[in-house]
């Protein structure tokens, strides 16, 4: 049987008919513009075998998806803490260990709204080690207001990769 084919309206891609619950748009667009289901793309010579969606989205559609993240739980943070710490030397460990508070959300006024603010785990001179979970790493920053982070950064280190450079920062006397 032969599969219908469309012309997406945001995309401009062909794609199946049957493949998207909207009748102007590729799955991946329906997605990302009103939430329908998204087809789990399999590519296969620069086109979805599925949907037959080519891969390209429009620049509207791009900019909703590098926005869209979820705030991350205390617990996946504490595991990411967990892991970061067994891979750091005692030395780093020694350092965390002075540092390191219990997690705690901060403002940051560019990116920070959406999540409530992102997690702070540790204070130092008047600086913070916090979450960007957008970026899926984290970051130092300097902090004038207790509660409230200074400027946006997008780091997307591991814990004990951020305390090996904090370490190796020659400003830095711990
Ligand atoms: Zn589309
Ligand atoms: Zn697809």
Redesign the pocket.
Known sequence: MKQEIKI?D????E?FADSSEMMK??P??SHYLYGYENCNHVFSNGRCTKCY?NGV??DY?NGLKSKRWTPISLAELKKLIESAVSKMTTKENKFWNKIAIRPIKWKEIEYGEEGNGFWVVGIFDNKVIWYNEIEEGFNVSTYSNYGEIDEYSAEQDELQWTIKKIKNAPQQGV
């Open positions: 997406c945001e995309c401009e891609s794609y748009l590729c991946e667009c969606w989205s429009s559609v």
